[in-house]
C-alpha cells in the first residue's frame, strides 16, 4: 500500500509532536510548512522547522500561504491530505481543496467548546476543569468541520495555562496516534458539531490580564 502524502503546517510543541506521529506512522510528508521564529517574542517551545530538516523534509516559512505561486506548489505535490497542528494563519479554501483526501487541523480545545484563539486561556480563566484537543476537519469557517478525534485532560484548581497547555500538547498527540491509521483507511469518524452548543472567543489582549478586585475569589484566582 502506498504511503499517504501530506503537506503539513504547523508551528510550536503541538506541531513537532504532530509531525512525529505522521512519520511514525510512515506518512510521507512532502512539505513542511511552518513561521519564522519572531525576535521579540520569547521562545520556549520546539523547533518544527529544525525537526523537519533532521527527517530530509524541506522546509517553507512564506509570509502568506494564499498566494496564487504557493497554492501552484502544493497543487504540484498533490497533497492526500493537509495537516495544520497549531500553524498562525489562515488556510483558504483554494489551499485545503489541493488535498485529496482532506484537509485537517488539531485545536486545543474539546470542540465546540473554545473556538478560535488561545483556547487554553479562556478555559483555565472560565474555571473549566477539563479541556482537550480536537482533530477536526478545516472548512471556510475557523473551528467549525466535522470532528475527527478528541482527547480530554483534566484541569486541576492550581494548574496554569502553561501546564494546561503541556497537557493539551500530549492530548493532541494521543488524538492524532489514536485515529490516523483510520484516516488513512478511510474509516474515520465524521461527525458535525453543534456550534450553537459551543463558545467562540478572540485572542487576549494585555488589558484582559489586569486583575479587578471586585470580582470573586475564584475568578481572580483562575485569571492569576
Same mark, same amino acid.
Given at each position: 500500500?502506498?504511503?499517504?502524502?501530506?503537506?503539513?503546517?504547523?508551528?510550536?510543541?503541538?506541531?513537532?509532536?504532530?509531525?512525529?506521529?505522521?512519520? #511514525?506512522?510512515?506518512?510521507?510528508?512532502?512539505?513542511?510548512?511552518?513561521?519564522?521564529?519572531?525576535?521579540?517574542?520569547?521562545?520556549?517551545?520546539?523547533?518544527? #522547522?529544525?525537526?523537519?530538516?533532521?527527517?530530509?523534509?524541506?522546509?517553507?516559512?512564506?509570509?502568506?500561504?494564499?498566494?496564487?505561486?504557493?497554492?501552484?506548489?502544493?497543487?504540484?505535490?498533490?497533497?492526500?491530505?493537509?495537516?495544520?497542528?497549531?500553524?498562525?494563519?489562515?488556510?483558504?479554501?483554494?489551499?485545503?481543496?489541493?488535498?485529496? @483526501?482532506?484537509?485537517?487541523?488539531?485545536?486545543?480545545?474539546?470542540?465546540?467548546?473554545?473556538?478560535?484563539?488561545?483556547?487554553?486561556?479562556?478555559?483555565?480563566?472560565?474555571?473549566? @476543569?477539563?479541556?482537550?484537543?480536537?482533530?477536526?476537519?478545516?472548512? =471556510?469557517?475557523?473551528?467549525?468541520? =466535522?470532528?475527527?478525534?478528541?482527547?480530554?485532560?483534566?484541569?486541576?484548581?492550581?494548574?496554569?495555562?502553561?501546564?494546561?497547555?503541556?497537557?493539551?500538547?500530549?492530548?493532541?498527540?494521543?488524538?492524532?496516534?489514536?485515529?490516523?491509521?483510520?484516516?488513512?483507511?478511510?474509516?474515520?469518524?465524521?461527525?458535525?458539531?453543534?456550534?450553537?452548543?459551543?463558545?467562540?472567543?478572540?485572542? @487576549?489582549?494585555?488589558?484582559?490580564?489586569?486583575?479587578?478586585?471586585?470580582?470573586?475569589?475564584? #475568578?481572580?484566582?483562575?485569571?492569576?
Amino acid at each position: 500500500m502506498t504511503a499517504p502524502r501530506a503537506v503539513v503546517f504547523a508551528y510550536h510543541n503541538v506541531g513537532v509532536r504532530c509531525l512525529k506521529v505522521l512519520l #511514525a506512522h510512515g506518512v510521507d510528508v512532502a512539505l513542511v510548512v511552518t513561521h519564522e521564529d519572531n525576535p521579540n517574542e520569547t521562545i520556549w517551545f520546539e523547533s518544527v #522547522a529544525r525537526t523537519a530538516t533532521e527527517h530530509g523534509i524541506p522546509v517553507v516559512t512564506p509570509e502568506d500561504p494564499n498566494t496564487p505561486e504557493f497554492l501552484a506548489r502544493l497543487e504540484g505535490i498533490a497533497p492526500d491530505f493537509l495537516f495544520s497542528f497549531y500553524y498562525r494563519l489562515m488556510l483558504k479554501p483554494a489551499l485545503l481543496a489541493t488535498a485529496k @483526501r482532506g484537509a485537517y487541523n488539531m485545536h486545543g480545545s474539546l470542540l465546540p467548546k473554545y473556538r478560535g484563539r488561545v483556547p487554553v486561556n479562556w478555559a483555565v480563566i472560565h474555571g473549566e @476543569r477539563e479541556t482537550g484537543a480536537t482533530l477536526h476537519r478545516m472548512v =471556510e469557517k475557523p473551528d467549525a468541520g =466535522e470532528l475527527v478525534a478528541q482527547q480530554a485532560v483534566p484541569i486541576l484548581p492550581d494548574d496554569t495555562a502553561h501546564e494546561v497547555f503541556g497537557k493539551v500538547t500530549l492530548a493532541a498527540e494521543m488524538a492524532l496516534d489514536r485515529v490516523l491509521p483510520q484516516l488513512v483507511a478511510g474509516t474515520a469518524p465524521h461527525v458535525m458539531p453543534d456550534l450553537k452548543a459551543g463558545s467562540y472567543f478572540g485572542g @487576549r489582549k494585555p488589558e484582559d490580564g489586569r486583575i479587578d478586585w471586585t470580582r470573586p475569589a475564584q #475568578a481572580v484566582h483562575n485569571l492569576v
